[in-house]
């Protein structure tokens, strides 16, 4: 299993790509792995608030359903609307085309202290 | 993974490249490939599933079929040999103990059950065999045996070529015993899949050779049979509506409200649980299985309250995104009122997803042969 290493991550699956104050959300290859076939991404709205730590959507697949998780404060700026019709853009490339949200971090700051891909891949034992 | 047991597939789900999981206190695949694919390969040609782990019940003696006329809701001491049958096993007051297939041989009786009520239902036929003084012998081969269903369109005509059985004439239901390259086996025609194929037992150390022996390289892509794990079981399971223990059967619900009248011979025979069900057909049904088609992709869980005009009028039992049907499909109990086509709602963590009440089961193959 690896994980990019230019990328922060959550121990519940989430990678966070930084960018200024710009912050991209995903789940990683070895969740999309674990949850097989997704079936469906509930994503929140654009201009949503959210907490760190706090929830911001759901992801189902034939196996079982995930609650994700942002691990930076922000405002939705984007969502991946691909994924509507084609969640399975998450199994196939999950760090590209199976992104999922963007944020306006409140403090941008607070990503850098987000697990390291060694920490994540330590961390969730694999 | 201490403590839990491989069945002897194993080395070969390994060499597969299988995701393997606990399940019933057995290591068993999960997916090899990918669920939906392994799916739509069981839909459109064939699959072979290790399922070693459910438990294979073997009873001698004279008194073996009154016996299991006594523990089954089935009549089954009037069957044939080469004759199986889909059955439950109740307990005094009607709930499910389990769900089974009983075959009738000349000298033996076989019960395959499932893996999570094995060491139960052990432990209930004896004492029900003690407690009875039935003149009968069980024998729990589940671990010195193997068995796989081998399930698909494609399957009679590829296994015709490798073994000597005549797999055509079998009818649904029906077993038999032969021989291939000096090992024993017994094969019936029946599954868990709504497709039409087979399920075999062979001794544990034939495992490795039988799968050799399904004539190709099962990891390859375009093969006829490649293999499947509990993942795609359970979409093939569910849309062709069939039941699975811990979800639409349990020791607390009846087999009458989950749609298994036809499994429960009421009329004749007197066994566990037979008053109890009497007595419920008596004062009507509250509840029944029955399917849900969900709108849009969002899937129901087990225990998901179904609603309408905002009461509760039941719960999930399973549901997911059936890769076949291109929905999200479930069962439920419902009141008995709720009829097909009814407009409810499906409970997900606050949010109402709109749901129509369906007949089960959601897919049926096309094939005439049962």
Redesign the interface.
Known sequence: MSAPQNLRYLQTHEWHRLDGDTVTIGITQFAADELTDITYVALPKVGQKLAANGRFGEVESVKATSDLYSGVGGTVTEINGELANNPGLVNTDPYNKGWMIRLKADNPADAQKLLSADEYLKKTGH | MDGLKRTPFYDFHVAAGA?VVDFAGWQMP??YR???DEHEQTRNSGSVFDVSHMGRLYFRGKGAGAFLDHVLTRNVAAMKVGQSRYSLVCNSTGGVMDDVIVSRDERHWLLVCNASNRKKLSRYFAAVVQEKSFDVEIDDRTESTAMAAVQGPKVIDKLSEVLPTDLKAMKRYTFANDEVMMTRYTVSRSGYTGEDGVELILPAKAAGMAMKMLGEHTDRPGATIRPAGL?ARD?LRLEAGMPLYGHELSETSDPLSSGLAWAVDLGGKDFVGAEALRELMGRGLKRRLVGLEME????A?QGSAVMQNGQTVGEVTSG??G?TLGK?VAMAFVEVGIAEGAAVEVDLKGARNPATVVKLPFYKRESSSK
């Open positions: 995701k999960l997916l990918g669920i939906v993942g979409t849009g992709r969002r899937i869980r997911t995104f890769p999200s």
